[in-house]
């Protein structure tokens, strides 16, 4: 255990380490000219063929369970190429301030044995002064939304034992004391604080949008908790923070609030910039979380939005690179799940990861890339913790796009599509002006639009109706709201395939897209190419849309 401790002292230290080659992170202290992408590519080669010299143990997922004897290996062999003497001379070894963020999803961090290569990850990059950003342990999230749901239906007597409730404290009580640390107070207290709030729920029989972010709140505090004591354990000085107390500000819209960005950044660069001379600890801070700016409540950032606090922090901090490790080799050319050989994308834009994940990749939240976009000069990589040598995939503002025709192909489904006519005469003024005020009138969002002088048809988000349990309901009154100005129809499960793609050489993408639908004999219903031309949208009936994906990625790829 000594030696871990010893390496990881040192990386809190800037000391230890097998120093990755430099420019591969592309967030040097002494970055230059910007790489482009060509120099990018290669450097993520040298990266991966470095990488793939490693130890076997560091990147197999499959590779047996590690002792801490094993992690002392570990350490010493990331340790092997630099005396810390040298290491010392090396730029970025001494770091002042934070000069990277590192998310790490609940995939991630889903037992000890995760948390164990979480902390081995970060000790591999011994040249910078991480902050960490978290998510839930595995499913903790889900399990916080059932137990909620469930104590609505039991009485108050019946919460401590129900099935999700027991499961969460197995696990955080199970990986406590496999990483050696045994009952730990903080970790007790927000269990009983959890189970006290879904007796409060059952008492009420109410658990409202507030309510509901307070109680899945507690799968971020409890694993920041949980691994910043884990660090601590090995010697590594840690600061664990609750990002609604350290002034991430949002709307107070709970369950999917936008950040308040004027707030936030300097209240978060004040928070997490360490005084000169002060000690130096590694901040772990709490994803997903916010504090709304008018109710003082803890808010959500919707699902996933661990990835938009990630780059939240990496904007106040003026870090050159944010990466967020997940369990894929990166942003891939289509879901894992429905495209098995699927494969990772070296190199997107902002927009391009925007649109992906906007039309239902859910590998990145939707809204991530706009602090990197709007509120600082970032770079976002997407990498696998499960595997580390992969080179994985790097987001940026602009890429060359001289070669690509394909780059993702996108899967949205159980969407609803509406077919709105005017009932009035052909060029009636103002018509969509009309549409779109119903929309705004009941808050709904729309996806996909296509337009014609006398019609429009478009595609409602899913998630957004989901989150207000509209549905049925919802939908019949946003359709009677068009009154007799229009007449709607409305089609329900249909997907909305996006290929994400280079709209400059649309005949050519088209022309194979239209063969391939011919040759599965499947109708378009609608079709529309996005403003932002990285996206063109096909809709098709559900039944038929998981097919479409597999041959049209067969084609592209
Ligand atoms: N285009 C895509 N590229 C990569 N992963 C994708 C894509 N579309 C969907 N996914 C899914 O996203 C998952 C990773 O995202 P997520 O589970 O939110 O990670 P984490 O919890 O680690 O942040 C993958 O396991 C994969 O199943
Ligand atoms: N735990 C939250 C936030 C999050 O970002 O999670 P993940 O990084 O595991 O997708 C969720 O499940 O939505």
Same mark, same amino acid.
């Given at each position: 255990?000594?030696?871990?401790?010893?390496?990881?002292?040192?990386?809190?230290? =800037?000391?230890?380490?097998?120093?990755?080659?430099?420019?591969?992170?592309?967030?040097?202290?002494?970055?230059?000219?910007?790489?482009?992408?060509?120099?990018?590519?290669?450097?993520?080669? +040298?990266?991966?063929?470095?990488?793939?010299?490693?130890?076997? %143990?560091?990147?197999?997922?499959?590779?047996?369970?590690?002792?801490?004897?094993?992690?002392?290996?570990?350490?010493?062999?990331?340790?092997?190429?630099?005396?810390?003497?040298?290491?010392?001379?090396?730029?970025?070894?001494?770091?002042?301030? #934070?000069? @990277?963020?590192?998310?790490?999803?609940?995939?991630?961090?889903?037992?000890?044995?995760?948390?164990?290569?979480?902390?081995?990850?970060?000790?591999?990059?011994?040249?910078?002064?991480?902050?960490?950003?978290?998510?839930?342990?595995?499913?903790?999230?889900?399990?916080?939304?059932?137990?909620?749901?469930?104590?609505?239906?039991?009485?108050?007597?019946?919460?401590?034992?129900?099935?999700?409730?027991?499961?969460?404290?197995?696990?955080?009580?199970?990986?406590?004391?496999?990483? =050696?640390? &045994?009952?730990?107070?903080? #970790?007790?207290?927000?269990?009983?604080?959890?189970?006290?709030?879904?007796?409060?729920?059952?008492?009420?029989?109410?658990?409202?949008?507030?309510?509901?972010?307070?109680?899945?709140?507690?799968?971020?505090?409890?694993?920041?908790?949980?691994? +910043?004591?884990?660090?601590?354990?090995?010697?590594?000085?840690?600061?664990? %923070?609750?990002?609604?107390?350290?002034?991430?500000?949002?709307?107070?819209?709970?369950?999917?609030?936008?950040?308040?960005?004027?707030?936030?950044?300097?209240?978060?660069?004040?928070?997490?910039?360490?005084?000169?001379?002060?000690?130096?600890?590694?901040?772990?801070?709490?994803?997903?979380?916010?504090?709304?700016?008018?109710?003082?409540?803890?808010?959500?950032?919707?699902?996933?939005?661990?990835?938009?606090? +990630?780059?939240?922090?990496?904007?106040?901090?003026?870090?050159?690179?944010?990466?967020?490790?997940?369990?894929?080799?990166?942003?891939?050319?289509?879901?894992?799940?429905?495209?098995?050989?699927?494969?990772?994308?070296?190199?997107?834009?902002?927009?391009?990861?925007?649109?992906?994940?906007?039309? =239902?990749?859910?590998?990145? %939240?939707?809204?991530?890339?706009?602090?990197?976009?709007? %509120?600082?000069?970032?770079?976002?990589?997407?990498?696998?913790?499960?595997?580390?040598?992969?080179? =994985?995939?790097? #987001?940026?503002?602009?890429?060359?796009?001289?070669?690509?025709?394909?780059?993702?192909?996108?899967?949205?489904?159980? @969407?609803?599509?509406?077919?709105?006519?005017?009932?009035?005469?052909?060029?009636?003024?103002?018509?969509?002006?009309?549409?779109?005020?119903?929309?705004?009138?009941?808050? @709904?969002?729309?996806?996909?639009?296509?337009?014609?002088?006398?019609?429009?048809?478009?595609?409602?988000?899913?998630?957004? #109706?989901?989150?207000?349990?509209?549905?049925?309901?919802?939908?019949?009154?946003?359709?009677?709201?068009?009154?007799?100005?229009?007449?709607?129809?409305?089609?329900?499960?249909?997907?909305?395939?996006?290929?994400?793609?280079?709209?400059?050489?649309?005949?050519?993408?088209?022309?194979?897209?239209?063969? @391939?639908? &011919?040759?599965?004999?499947?109708?378009?219903?609608?079709?529309?190419?996005?403003?932002?031309?990285?996206?063109?949208?096909?809709?098709? +009936?559900?039944?038929?849309?998981?097919?479409?994906?597999?041959?049209?990625?067969?084609?592209?790829?």
């Amino acid at each position: 255990m000594e030696s871990f401790s010893m390496s990881l002292q040192c990386l809190e230290a =800037g000391l230890c380490g097998r120093p990755l080659p430099k420019d591969t992170l592309h967030n040097s202290s002494r970055r230059t000219a910007p790489a482009t992408p060509a120099s990018r590519l290669r450097l993520l080669s +040298a990266y991966h063929q470095e990488a793939s010299q490693a130890p076997r %143990h560091l990147h197999d997922s499959a590779a047996p369970r590690r002792t801490s004897v094993e992690l002392k290996g570990l350490c010493r062999s990331l340790a092997t190429s630099a005396s810390p003497e040298a290491a010392l001379e090396q730029p970025g070894t001494d770091r002042e301030q #934070i000069s @990277v963020v590192m998310k790490f999803g609940g995939s991630s961090l889903a037992s000890a044995e995760r948390i164990r290569e979480v902390a081995s990850i970060i000790c591999s990059f011994p040249e910078h002064y991480p902050c960490i950003v978290l998510s839930a342990m595995g499913k903790t999230t889900n399990l916080l939304l059932q137990a909620g749901a469930e104590a609505l239906r039991v009485a108050p007597g019946g919460v401590p034992s129900l099935a999700p409730l027991r499961t969460i404290r197995e696990l955080h009580r199970r990986t406590a004391a496999e990483l =050696g640390m &045994g009952s730990r107070e903080d #970790i007790e207290g927000l269990l009983s604080e959890v189970q006290q709030l879904l007796v409060g729920i059952s008492i009420m029989q109410e658990l409202t949008p507030r309510a509901q972010d307070s109680l899945v709140s507690f799968g971020e505090r409890l694993s920041t908790r949980l691994f +910043a004591s884990y660090l601590r354990s090995q010697g590594v000085a840690t600061r664990q %923070h609750d990002a609604f107390s350290i002034g991430l500000t949002t709307t107070d819209d709970f369950q999917n609030a936008d950040v308040l960005y004027e707030d936030t950044l300097p209240a978060i660069k004040a928070a997490l910039t360490r005084p000169p001379g002060a000690p130096k600890a590694i901040p772990i801070v709490t994803g997903f979380l916010g504090r709304g700016i008018n109710t003082g409540a803890i808010t959500t950032l919707g699902r996933g939005g661990s990835d938009l606090t +990630a780059t939240v922090i990496g904007a106040a901090l003026g870090v050159d690179e944010v990466q967020v490790w997940k369990d894929v080799d990166g942003v891939l050319t289509s879901d894992p799940r429905i495209v098995r050989e699927a494969q990772p994308v070296p190199l997107l834009t902002f927009d391009e990861a925007t649109e992906l994940a906007f039309f =239902g990749a859910t590998v990145l %939240h939707p809204s991530a890339m706009q602090p990197a976009m709007q %509120h600082s000069s970032l770079d976002v990589r997407v990498k696998n913790s499960y595997n580390r040598k992969a080179a =994985g995939t790097l #987001i940026s503002r602009e890429r060359d796009m001289t070669d690509v025709l394909m780059t993702s192909i996108v899967l949205k489904t159980d @969407v609803t599509l509406l077919d709105i006519v005017s009932t009035r005469m052909l060029g009636q003024f103002g018509f969509l002006a009309q549409v779109f005020n119903v929309f705004r009138d009941n808050k @709904v969002s729309v996806d996909v639009v296509a337009t014609s002088e006398i019609s429009v048809s478009l595609t409602l988000d899913p998630s957004k #109706i989901w989150e207000r349990d509209l549905i049925e309901e919802e939908i019949e009154s946003l359709t009677s709201a068009f009154g007799d100005f229009a007449k709607v129809s409305c089609t329900h499960r249909v997907s909305i395939i996006s290929l994400i793609c280079n709209v400059a050489k649309t005949s050519r993408i088209l022309e194979r897209v239209f063969r @391939v639908l &011919g040759q599965e004999n499947v109708n378009v219903k609608m079709m529309s190419q996005g403003a932002s031309k990285t996206n063109i949208s096909l809709i098709v +009936a559900d039944a038929e849309a998981r097919n479409v994906v597999q041959a049209l990625h067969n084609e592209f790829f």
